[in-house]
């Protein structure tokens, strides 16, 4: 990871922690570069969720990502994905469809534009059951250099 990323991802965690957005599960890529960043985002957090590494999560598909958020336990509330682009991106982009307000559009042109290191994606489901998550809204989009510091 470079230095960058080691100085955005506490920002991100902050940003999370502010915002309430933690996780009750993370499912992060096993690479070094994923673990490290998952390990600063989470520094400051107050709680430990459950954390599974996996091999899967290295340089997936939108497509394989869908499906493993598919096979979530549905005890699961929030769910953190930790993975790669253009994989990570393009699974965001699938899984949230068109915004309909000015401002979800705007917000969605921005996550397609740039999905970079650190960015966060929040992505609501009206779905009772993970296995039905197939197109959720998109709640946030925040990128570390639109973080105030």
């Known amino acids: 990871m470079n230095a960058r990323g080691r100085e955005d991802a506490p920002r991100m965690g902050a ?10 599960l993370v499912l992060c890529s096993t690479a070094l570069r994923t673990v490290e960043t998952l390990q600063l985002v989470r520094e400051d957090w107050d709680i430990e ?12 598909s939108a497509k394989a990502i869908a499906a493993i958020v598919q096979q979530a336990p549905d ?3 929030a769910l953190l994905i930790v993975s790669h682009n253009p994989g990570i991106e393009d699974c965001a982009a699938a899984l949230t469809g068109q915004g309909e307000t000015p401002a979800e559009c705007e917000t969605q042109d921005m996550m397609e534009e740039k999905f970079p290191t650190a960015a966060l994606a929040v992505i609501d489901f009206d779905a009772a059951k993970w296995r039905d998550a197939r197109e959720g809204r998109l709640v946030n989009f925040m990128r570390p250099k639109d973080l105030d510091d």
């Open 75 to 77: 005890v699961v509330n």
């Open 49 to 60: 969720p459950k954390t599974e590494f996996l091999d899967s999560l290295y340089l997936p």
């Open 15 to 24: 940003y999370m922690l502010k915002k309430k957005y933690l996780p009750q």
